[in-house]
């Protein structure tokens, strides 16, 4: 027979089956319903409360003042992994036990001692974030509507505690460790200390800094008269060369001329008043006039004051260069002195330095010691916890199972 034939037979065949059969096919629905609605309700009722705690990642750490917070690309990951592990701690087996010793303790023993009570505990309670949220939910499922709230509440309870007791016994082991690390900060800076003033003591070290400069201000001085004597000398035995070559070509009048000498310039004065009388004394009556004579034998002595006078100047300067070229000697030796003096200083300078930096940064490192330390005893004296509750468990109207209307649901297919 052609297969059109046999579908188009088959449909209708099933259209006729399912008219004369239709009170039989509305009954075993009824039935199948009927049995559903049997099972629901011989089925135990459990009830589920929940209850809501919000993650503060920051929470607890307002006491460290000199932390930057930074949201980075990561802080996202950071915020999951942190919900998954403390999810992982919600239903660990540390707080179901402390919730079973609590629940025990409140008079209820539904629930075993021991570890068939904590296997109870296991698959009664559920964690886990609300999307895209700090928020994680803790559900506890039982029979009795109430006692499932307050199992709900327990859970929530012993967490908030555990979560903060993890973080104070951290921040006292971390005082502890503080401590210790500052004690021996401690005596690295009464050590340090007392180097540095043993060193000032040892070198005679008022003010370091200000030895060195009086030093230095010393030496400056030398120097400029350094300088000083040795341009005056310079110049003076400059003039002395040239005096000396006027004096052995015999000019002593131009030499006069050249010393600012009251007594040479009188003489310079009076041998031009000579000079001038005797050449009016020539004219009036000739060379072998006594006149004359006398006015010539005037004018040699004079002039042979005048060379004793010039003489006696360029010794005196002669003598004025070699009490400078000793002066130049004399502060050359203080100048050596003195800059050895210096280095000397600076080197110790150098030590004293040293010594001080470390005494700085033991002062540096035991004051920020100091300062963790505070910080960390607030932290471990701190009530404040990184977990907030936001809903506490009530008891469910509700029973989370069996779903009435899901088993009818699933009743009406099968029979169908």
Known sequence: ??????RGLSLTAMGQILTQQRWTFVAFVFAVMLSAVAATALTTRQYQAVAVVQLLPRAGREVEVNEVVKNDDGGYLESRDRARTQIQIILSRSVRAEVLVRYRAKGFEDIPDGEPGLEVLRKSISAGPKEDTQLVEIGVMHESPQQAAILANLVVDVY???NLDSRTDAARETQVWLDGRSGSYRTTLDDAT?????????????????????????LTALET??????????????????????????????LAGMFDDPALQTMARE??????EAASVLGRYGESHPEHQRA???????EALIADEVRRNVDGERSQVQTLAGQERHIGTEVALVKAELLAKQRLQEEY????????????????LGERGAEVDLQAGSLLNDVRVVDRAVPP?????PNVMLNLAAGMVVGV
């Open 225 to 254: 008269a350094l300088g000083e004597a040795t341009t005056q000398r310079v110049l003076l035995e400059s003039k002395l060369s040239e005096h000396r070559r006027l004096l052995a070509s015999g000019e002593y009048e131009v």
């Open 271 to 276: 041998h031009a008043t000579i000079v001038t």
């Open 1 to 6: 027979m052609p297969s059109n034939t046999r």
């Open 160 to 162: 908030c505690k555990a």
């Open 194 to 218: 007392e180097k540095v003033m043993a060193f000032k003591e040892q070198n005679n070290l008022v003010d370091v800094e200000e030895t060195v400069d009086g030093i230095s201000t010393r």
């Open 296 to 302: 010539v034998e005037h004018i040699k002595r004079v």
């Open 353 to 368: 330095g040293q010594l001080k930096v470390e005494e700085d940064r033991a002062r540096k490192v035991y004051s920020a």
């Open 397 to 401: 109207t509700r029973p989370a199972t």
